[in-house]
């Protein structure tokens, strides 16, 4: 039997995740983790989140979420998590929860299904054969799960892969051939450094050229904050970022983007601003950085080159309602 959620089943639910999805690399629930995550996220829909019971016992969980403001939100609803116990992990059990989902969405007028790094509702996950360093969020389904193999044979269609990618910063330098680069992009009218607002402008304007809603919020918060940001600027004039630079509680790197606008491409920025970031981060006693790309993003070249390796593929994921 499937039900709609209701607070009695709460920490049932956590438990059925600290054995399950943990399995899959998820960091394990506490009450108030579960809380921050789910309950009193501004997204929570308690008729979109569902409990799998077999004589009274909690034996699934599945969320998602809709909202009108988010990247395709008026189309799309998102999926956050098919949780089953491992004597449930069957077609007709994954079958039922999702169900339940898509019900949901269509009820609200959505005409898909998503899975993929915009769902607002964050899953962390712990980096493989790491100390726990962990990332803040799944970018989509782990390609290692049940629950991906159940979505490609339902015909859930695979958008793309994410590579997540790590570095511990310890022992992290500028190579000679990047120091070399940043020179001749001196020479060219360009400087990289941290956002002064005394010293450059244009900012929003940079943002405006990526078409990117993380970004023009993020980055363009932080430089209105005064929380350190990476840029590349021509003669004063921000065309380039990377950032923002924020140490986490637990010793990761908080990292948003990095981005040159198209009319300043060619000139190496990239490179030099992702170094010029994992630098800023290791002077702040930043332990380690974890990202994901796509598997076809040129920048994942800069990742490698600085030292980054994939450690965990996730995929971006959608279906279509049969209208």
Known sequence: MIVSW?????????????????????????????EDIFVSNAYFDRHNAFILLEQNQVKGFACGCTGDDLPLG????????????????ND????????????????????????????????????????????NNAPGVPIESKLYEFLLRTGYIERAK????????????????????????????YTVELFDPEKHNGVNEMLNGFNNLLWQREIGQSTADGVPVVIAAYKGKVIGFAGPVIRQENGRGYFSGIGVHPDHEGHGLGSILFFKLCEAFRSIQTEYMSLYTGSTNPAIRIYEKAGFKTVKQFSVMRRGFAQ
């Open 6 to 34: 209701d607070q009695q089943y709460r920490q049932a639910v956590i438990a059925l995740w600290n054995e399950e999805a943990v399995k899959e690399g998820y960091k394990e629930l506490t009450t108030q983790s579960f």
């Open 162 to 189: 994410e590579c997540a990618m790590y570095l511990n910063l310890a022992g992290f330098t500028i190579p000679d051939d990047i120091r070399a680069k940043e020179g001749k992009a001196v020479e060219e009218g």
């Open 74 to 89: 008026e189309v799309a609803g998102y999926i956050t998590c098919i949780v089953l116990a491992n004597d449930c992990k």
């Open 92 to 135: 007709e059990n994954y079958t039922l929860m999702l169900n339940a989902l898509e019900e949901r969405f269509k009820q609200l007028g959505k005409k898909q299904a998503d899975i993929l790094f915009f769902n607002p509702m964050l899953l962390p996950w712990y980096i493989p054969r790491t100390p726990k360093h962990e990332h």
